[in-house]
């Protein structure tokens, strides 16, 4: 912790001390040279779909082959409630031994599997209480406006009923976008939620239904928290745009939420010369000052193949395709996911929660550049995963 060896005292959950290292006090756990950091976080998951690459398949690699291949897959029932407990359970568990103490994740709403997601959710996060900090985003199908959108509503009426902790919902994939996003907002000040919706997830600059999420917040005076996830065509954008609407994201107090491993997977592949990345302008939204924490989105699934459930992984890819420093991305990785969940941030003060995670690693760098497995991860002050990292190089080894 910022190069200085510390004695960590914590009492009910809370650090009660922070102090120079007292090198004659043997009393407690001794984690060497580790490093000690606040916990990771993902504020963007979709545990419903988690681990189906070889079940699922993406014909095409886009957005709209993973979208369509999901609605195949679900219309057929292939995934109960209890397979959608099982992977989520294996999800989760890979995400808190990399030490992810809070996750939040999108669930499927639609008419072929109503609220039995969120239902099967419930039961996750019994089984997980105490260990990680699970939030439920509603995330209907749409349409939810115009003539067809009856059906969807009724099973997004449902799982509102059911209890999630956020509305969600894929506004700009909507002919009526504007629109879609107004009924958010509104079911929101209804159920007395947050908002987190999928925002512009297209190259394609003409669509920019942030600006209605702004105007939302200002004309309802919404005060609760407002997250725009992905903001794809944000970044694609001429600069002087970006830093303008960046100000007005800023202003309206709107969290943004780049996902680096699913957006450099399912975008840009129109594009075979030049080939964008898919990210939001994440400078210019850091610089106006708007919360920007990032996300895996999806984890080894028709919207992304590949994926290790280590928001580390994600940092990496901040710093080589986002052109973050390693501090800003853990940053964005770790503590500003937790202000998108209204969480305390962990900063390491008398009085902050006592979760955190200890790496074998010397430098915030390198903890992301090498990632190393040898990590011990605590909530509430207590030990909830440890796993330990072993290599043998048979150098020269005799014959
Ligand atoms: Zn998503």
């Not at 095409?60 to 679900?74: E, F, S, Y």
């Not at 504007?178 to 209804?190: G, M, P, Q, S």
Request: charged residues 20%.
């Amino acid at each position: 912790m910022n190069g200085r060896t510390v004695d960590l005292t914590v009492i009910d959950g809370v650090i009660e001390s922070v102090t120079d290292h007292d090198p004659i006090d043997q009393s407690g756990t001794d984690l060497q040279d580790w490093l000690l950091l606040p916990p990771l976080t993902e504020p963007h998951a979709h545990l419903d779909k988690a681990l189906t690459a070889e079940e699922v398949r993406n014909p095409t690699g886009d957005l709209d082959g993973a979208v369509q291949a999901w609605a195949a897959a679900a219309a057929e029932g292939r995934f109960t409630p209890d397979n959608v407990i099982e992977r989520s359970t294996r999800a989760i568990e890979l995400l808190l031994a990399n030490g992810v103490t809070a996750v939040r994740t999108h669930i499927n709403i639609s008419p072929d599997v109503g609220a039995s997601n969120v239902y099967a959710l419930h039961r996750v996060r019994e089984s997980f209480a105490g260990l990680i900090d699970i939030q439920i985003v509603a995330l209907p199908r749409g349409p939810m406006t115009g003539p067809d959108s009856s059906a969807n509503r009724a099973a997004f009426a449902e799982a509102l009923d059911a209890g999630v902790d956020v509305v969600g919902g894929c506004p700009h994939l909507e002919d009526g976008a504007t629109d879609a996003v107004a009924f958010a907002f509104d079911r929101a000040l209804e159920f007395g939620l947050p908002v987190d919706l999928h925002t512009d997830e297209t190259l394609d600059p003409s669509v920019l239904t942030v600006l209605d999420m702004v105007e939302q917040v200002h004309e309802l005076g919404f005060d609760k928290m407002v997250s725009a996830s992905h903001c794809v065509s944000l970044g694609v954008q001429p600069l002087e745009a970006q830093h303008d609407i960046a100000a007005r994201i800023a202003a309206a107090g709107i969290a943004v939420l780049p996902h680096p491993q699913t957006n450099l997977y399912l975008q840009g592949r129109d594009h075979q010369a030049a080939t964008p990345r898919g990210l939001t302008a994440i400078r210019p939204l850091v610089e106006a000052g708007v919360v920007v924490a990032a996300g895996a989105d999806n984890v080894q699934d028709p919207y992304n193949l590949v994926g290790r459930s280590d928001p580390l992984e994600t940092a990496a890819l901040l710093v080589m395709a986002g052109h973050v420093t390693p501090e800003d991305a853990y940053t964005m990785v770790s503590n500003n996911g937790r202000k998108v969940m209204g969480l305390a941030p962990v900063e390491f003060r008398p009085g902050d929660p006592a979760d955190f995670v200890a790496i074998n690693a010397p430098s915030i760098r390198a903890a992301i550049a090498d990632a190393p497995k040898s990590r011990r991860v605590y909530r509430a002050g207590r030990l909830v995963a440890s796993s330990d990292q072993q290599t043998t190089i048979n150098w020269r080894a005799s014959t």
